[in-house]
């Protein structure tokens, strides 16, 4: 072969890698440092290398939003390419929700030149000095697994391999890896891009002692309750657990869940509130929840024995988190409900025990429900409630017959919310970096284009998403997710806080509390159609209804963006 066919510009050779490594998609944000990777991909696409698709994404946030999305669709870990230290800066946020959610990506950014002369790529205009920083992976590496700087072309391949498999390891998150330009300028063999991973990722389990010592708790216990707030990450993890639960009548509990663990109706789903079932319980088993309970109002019984699941059962990031933990299982969590489902295989409920502890359960799913369907009829009027929001949603669905999937940031609530599947409900980590919903939904989406995808945030969450970047991309790729802002004017979320601390405090009894109101209200809907959206504005409840079959009947029929700005009461319900 002839140096043209051995050699390519490192720049294109990344993309080549990635692609040989199972990603399909980089999210990308170009800037000044990326000439040798656009070059590079115009050389890789000419000489036929296999390529993913490199995505433009207006904003760094929205990139890494996208990212987060489609891994929680799909379950594969995708790149993302932004540039130099203020590109990076734009995608912190994101690194931390990733992080926090245990979202396996690689975060790639470019680095201002080392030089000023002497070698091709260096330092042509003065962004170059001012871009310069001592440490730039610093403003990442406490959200990241890893993180190395580029030094050499030839690297290329080993580094992504790394990168990509530590990610990948449990538990899983963000790595990050930066391109100083003159090294994407340089050449790399084509020999190995091709190549099997050098390394593939690490899965912890947890031990075959402690899922029988589990199966023996379970079996014995008269009490038991399951708090969970991440979910279990795979359809065979939610259908899995449903029929564990069933089985043995095991209260679910969905403290601030991100995602249910089992269908909203399913019988032993019990809502949202610790306070029924925390004190007499026997038996605590915690799945994938960072904060189960809140300590200074619910309090377990000090004979009752504690179990964490998840893969990283004491969240060793989190300095400060002391819920006890009699038993720890790391793991990935279907791994470990499938184990404990099979273990429990060989041992016999009680069934005096479980059948009062159904019924009693069944009882309180029933109440549970009920109460949520009231409160949201409540609600129903003008301006109308967050709960009548979601009721109206789940029925639209419903009437629809089509698979659908919501994020949720401040948006609608969980209670309401019929969800049949393991992603159907996704809400804003606990990180609380704004601006994750409509980004993911749209991730979402991309994954799965016939899938329903709606975004449901509060007014202040929809700015924090970049709308109009967002707005842009879903025009620019197809994506008729349906943005739904549940508008009251307002950060309720810190309005709320303060109440919380302070109910008879200066400003609750204020008539506008200081630095929560976001008046005047923007016209949502102007911006969204400046990408030709179809918008909506519902002032009234009982509209709500038509409005979602509409909007429904556009994303579908169409596949077009609608955005729906819906006017809510300033109530937390």
Not at 124 to 137: K, N, S, Y
Not at 142 to 159: G, H, M, P
Not at 315 to 343: C, H, M, Q, W, Y
Request: aromatic letters at 6%; glycine letters at 8%.
């Amino acid at each position: 072969m002839n140096d043209a066919k051995d050699f390519i510009t490192a720049g294109g050779a990344i993309f080549a890698r990635l692609k040989a490594l199972g990603i399909d998609y980089v999210f990308c944000n170009s800037g000044t440092d990326f000439p040798p990777i656009i070059e590079g991909l115009a050389e890789a696409a000419v000489r036929g290398e296999a390529l993913p698709q490199a995505l433009v994404i207006p904003h760094e946030h929205v990139a890494m939003g996208m990212a987060h999305g489609y891994w929680q669709a799909t379950g594969k870990p995708q790149a993302v390419m932004l540039h130099t230290n203020v590109g990076l800066a734009n995608g912190v946020i994101g690194a931390i929700n990733s992080a926090h959610d245990n979202v396996p990506m690689l975060l790639m950014s470019g680095r201002t030149p080392v030089t000023e002369k002497g070698r091709f790529g260096s330092r042509t205009v003065p962004i170059g000095w001012g871009q310069e920083m001592r440490d730039q992976a610093a403003l990442v590496r406490e959200t990241s697994k890893w993180d190395y700087e580029l030094r050499f072309a030839d690297q290329i391949v080993e580094l992504l391999d790394r990168a990509l498999a530590i990610a990948d390891s449990t538990p899983k998150g963000p790595t990050y890896l930066s391109l100083p330009r003159e090294v994407l300028c340089d050449p790399i063999e084509t020999s190995l891009l091709q190549a099997p991973p050098f390394m593939v990722s690490a899965k912890t389990s947890a031990s075959h002692s402690d899922i029988e010592t589990l199966a023996d708790w379970i079996a014995e216990a008269k009490h038991p309750v399951l708090f969970s707030q991440r979910g279990t990450g795979t359809q065979v993890g939610f259908d899995t657990l449903a029929q564990l639960v069933e089985h043995w009548a095991i209260p679910v509990n969905s403290y601030w869940a991100q995602s249910p663990a089992i269908p909203t109706r399913h019988s032993m789903h019990v809502g949202s509130d610790p306070m029924p079932w925390v004190a007499e319980a026997d038996l605590i088993l915690c799945l994938d929840a960072l904060a189960p309970w809140m300590p200074e109002r619910h309090v377990p019984s000090v004979d009752a024995r504690v179990v964490n699941i998840a893969p990283n059962p004491l969240f060793s990031r989190t300095p400060i988190r002391n819920f006890r933990s009699d038993l720890s299982l790391a793991g990935e969590v279907t791994e470990t409900v499938i184990a404990l489902a099979k273990a429990l295989k060989n041992r016999t409920p009680d069934g005096a025990v479980v059948g009062e502890r159904r019924r009693h359960i069944e009882r309180a799913s029933e109440a549970f429900f009920d109460q949520q369907s009231q409160k949201a009829d409540d609600g129903s009027g003008t301006p109308m409630s967050k709960n009548w929001v979601s009721k109206c949603l789940s029925a639209a669905i419903e009437r629809s017959g089509r698979k659908a999937s919501i994020t949720s940031e401040l948006g609608a609530p969980l209670g309401p919310l019929s969800v049949h599947h393991f992603n159907g409900f996704r809400q804003e980590p606990h990180s609380g970096g704004l601006g994750y919903g409509l980004p993911a939904a749209m991730g979402i989406q991309l994954a799965e284009p016939n899938t329903l995808v709606f975004a449901t945030m509060g007014d202040g969450s929809y700015i924090f998403a970049n709308p109009t970047a967002c707005h842009q991309v879903c025009e620019a790729l197809k994506l008729p997710v349906i943005t739904c802002v549940l508008n009251n004017g307002e950060w309720g979320a810190v309005r709320h806080s303060v109440r919380g601390l302070y109910p008879e405090g200066y400003a609750a009894r204020s008539n506008i509390m200081p630095l929560t109101a976001l008046q005047p209200s923007p016209d949502f809907s102007l911006v969204a159609r400046a990408s030709r959206a179809h918008t909506q504005t519902v002032a009234n409840g009982a509209d709500l209804p038509t409005a979602f079959d509409s909007a429904i009947q556009i994303a579908t029929e169409e596949k077009r963006q609608v955005l729906l700005d819906i006017h809510i009461s300033g109530d937390r319900a």
